[in-house]
């Protein structure tokens, strides 16, 4: 099996499942550890900061901080501060998408930019308010395009499913901005100081992890404890796909 450096992971369906842990995830992400190989941590989920985010990795008994996770709504607020550093924008998202855009300027009134990430308590209002401001003229960005997540309980519907409201809404397709986009992957590359050759990323979902990896032109392992269980009837193969993360030998 190839070597590599570094090491980025998805977390839904690759780490974890909701609040239940994935063992052979958990043994290989401190094994990594234990050896001083660098690891980092990319996600789609717009609702949690990186604070909360290497919290509950480590409640689940994986050694992780802040400094190795890039979610979405990180990479949403690189992507704003490059491209529209003065644009007043409105929110439809959680804390973790509202403390990663606090310093952008914010209005509900005639915005230049809407911004959607998951929200689990989100409305006809806000999806119609969104809609309207985006026929009005704001630019659409959605942190990502996930059509459902994994959780204990089971799959349930992602950010993707609010992004398809509006954009029907609105006859106007979002500019995405997590996974599968490459922008979140080379903004983690960057973070944990890692060259594109001697990276690697591992993820569960064909759709958005194993594209954002094949896009940011890194190598890519499918691991079967998520959403796609066969990888084989896509024209583009992951480099490499494995059962869990107890069949990779460091």
């Not at 190839?2 to 842990?21: Q, W």
């Not at 949690?48 to 994986?62: F, M």
């Not at 459902?148 to 992602?158: D, K």
Request: charged residues 20%; neutral net charge.
């Amino acid at each position: 099996m190839k070597s590599y450096s570094g090491y980025l992971f998805d977390l839904d369906g690759t780490v974890y499942h909701g609040n239940v842990p994935i063992p052979s995830a958990v043994r290989f992400i401190n094994t990594l550890a234990n050896k001083g190989i660098i690891y980092g941590f990319v996600t789609n989920n717009s609702t949690r900061s990186p604070d909360e985010v290497a919290a509950k990795l480590n409640q689940l008994g994986i050694n992780a901080q802040p400094s190795q996770v890039m979610t979405s709504s990180m990479a949403t607020a690189i992507y704003l501060q490059k491209t529209h550093p003065h644009a007043a924008i409105s929110i439809i998202g959680e804390r973790g998408l509202k403390e990663a855009l606090a310093g952008l300027k914010q209005t509900d009134v005639s915005p230049d930019v809407v911004v959607v990430g998951l929200d689990r308590e989100v409305t006809y209002k806000k999806i119609s308010v969104a809609a309207r401001q985006i026929v009005d003229g704001a630019t659409f960005i959605a942190t990502n395009p996930d059509r459902m997540i994994t959780t204990e309980e089971g799959l349930v519907a992602g950010n993707g499913a609010i992004a398809a409201a509006i954009a029907y809404a609105s006859k106007k397709e979002p500019i995405y901005i997590g996974k599968p986009g490459a922008a979140i992957i080379i903004a983690a590359m960057k973070m944990l100081g890692l060259e594109k050759k001697e990276s690697v990323l591992v993820g569960d979902n064909y759709e958005t992890d194993l594209c954002a990896g094949m896009n940011a032109q890194i190598d890519t392992i499918h691991v079967q404890t998520g959403i796609t269980k066969n990888v084989s009837l896509y024209k583009e193969q992951p480099t490499h796909s494995i059962k869990s993360l107890d069949d990779w030998k460091l």
